[in-house]
């Protein structure tokens, strides 16, 4: 007999009610869906671990934790990958088991115990020992088989464990180019295929010191300090010889020193190319490496992009007196007790108020596109009779004299009282900069 729809749905309606009720209601009844059966596979801490040798079919890694660094000793010497280690201890610390299988021989093959892809030998500071072989994952690929220590049965275990184990020498060896973060660092030395430049901090600022005295460009120095410290190294190299000069390591091509607040310092050297990459070696290392071609080319930065190529840096409030001759005027002002800029010349707009910011901005705000250590004699021409000259006075009576030149093409040259060299500057800073007076001085 057909049922109607409407009955069908009647039906429908009343079994979802009843599963309402039963599931919802109720809870399941299922103790798989509420209860985690899983056990911890040991109980010591991941900072409890003294030791870790990995073997893998290729070769055995021994890695040693030493006063709180991991440091590998076996096959080779050398400092290992932090992150990678924490991650491996973590898994082993916090793995737990979901469940126990207790298999046959053939069983153990299929399981792929008896020849582990991974066995891990692990020492704690107390002197305990733990070994766990791990097998092949199960058919979901979010477990492995793993045997630990000598028990009977075959244990299901995360597969992070087998990730974070399953690794090569190279994959733990620790690839930091540079053992020290940029914080680290109060001076560098920096001898490339442009020559030579040394940068040292005076308390929150970078200077050049040689071979000008100048600032320098914060932004680029902090770039540039930035991509040494958190270089990695591409590759290492394997039975290196002893003689640097085959990496061209001798007479390296860039060369940076950095010197340290702790007081120690470290050398990058940077020598040969090799297929699309350099050698490179750290002086407080003992290996050599490769390094990406993109590294040499931010090392071999020219002196120019790391000097501060702003004007003037003074702030607004710091200022407290201003004079500024140009082609159409000579005006003067004073700012008062209470922060107003009063016109002292010329006398028939003297008590007016005077736009300050007329004067500051362009000087703020435009940048050098280059700066003259050694200007020729036509520039210094232009500048012996400069189109613009500004003196500002700050509040501790230093004053800055600021001259700018007349146009040549789509430049002018500016020249600082106390800063070396001419900054060649695009021409809107002249525009901007001669005014007359009703532009820069209030109507009332």
Do not use: C
Not at 134 to 156: I, N, P, Q, T
Not at 225 to 244: G, I, M, Q, Y
Not at 258 to 263: D, E, F, W
Not at 423 to 437: A, E
Request: avoid cysteine; aromatic fraction near 4%.
């Amino acid at each position: 007999m057909k049922l109607s729809t409407g009955i069908v749905l009647l039906i429908a309606a009343a079994l979802g009610v009843a599963v309402y009720f039963v599931e919802i209601k109720k809870g399941s009844t299922s103790p798989a869906a509420t209860t985690d059966t899983s056990k911890p596979v040991f109980s010591f801490a991941s900072g409890d671990i003294a030791s870790i040798t990995i073997a893998r079919s290729s070769q055995a890694v021994t890695i040693e934790n030493q006063s709180g660094k991991w440091a590998i000793t076996q096959p080779v010497t050398a400092p290992a990958d932090e992150s990678a280690l924490n991650a491996l201890t973590g898994s082993i610390a916090s793995s737990r088991v979901s469940r126990t299988l207790n298999p046959s021989a053939d069983d153990l093959k299929s399981f792929g115990i008896d020849q582990p892809a991974v066995t891990l030998d692990i020492k704690l500071k107390s002197g305990e020992q733990h070994r766990i072989l791990l097998g092949k994952k199960d058919f979901s690929e979010r477990s492995v088989y793993a045997k630990v220590d000598d028990g009977a049965g075959v244990d299901l275990l995360p597969v992070a464990m087998l990730t974070d184990a399953d690794k090569s020498v190279d994959d733990l060896r620790d690839k930091s180019v540079f053992s020290a973060s940029q914080y680290e660092i109060n001076s560098i030395s920096l001898t490339n295929e442009q020559g030579q430049v040394t940068l040292a901090k005076e308390g929150a600022d970078w200077k050049i010191k040689s071979p000008v005295s100048a600032d320098a460009d914060e932004s680029k120095v902090s770039s540039t300090l930035s991509r040494v410290t958190s270089a990695r190294a591409k590759e290492f190299v394997k039975d290196p010889k002893s003689d640097l000069s085959a990496y061209g390591l001798d007479k390296p091509k860039i060369a940076v020193t950095a010197r340290l607040s702790s007081g120690g310092e470290q050398t990058l050297s940077i020598g040969s190319k090799v297929d699309d990459l350099y050698y490179a070696k750290n002086s407080a290392q003992q290996q050599i490496f490769k390094i990406e071609p993109d590294l040499y080319d931010d090392l071999n930065v020219k002196l120019a992009d790391l000097r501060d190529k702003r004007i003037l840096k003074i702030e607004k409030d710091d200022v407290t007196g201003a004079v500024i001759k140009n082609s159409n005027a000579r005006i003067s002002a004073e700012k008062d007790k209470d922060g107003k800029w009063a016109v002292k010349e010329p006398g028939d707009s003297k008590g007016k108020e005077l736009k300050i910011d007329k004067i500051l901005d362009p000087l703020n705000t435009n940048k050098a596109t280059e700066i003259i250590d050694k200007p020729p004699a036509s520039v210094s021409a232009r500048l012996s009779s400069p189109k613009v000259e500004i003196h500002l006075t700050d509040k501790a009576g230093k004053t800055t004299v600021v001259n700018v030149s007349a146009a040549d093409g789509d430049n002018v040259y500016v020249t600082v009282s106390g800063h070396p060299g001419v900054y060649k500057v695009g021409k809107q800073l002249l525009d901007d900069l001669t005014f007359k007076v009703a532009d820069i001085v209030t109507s009332s």
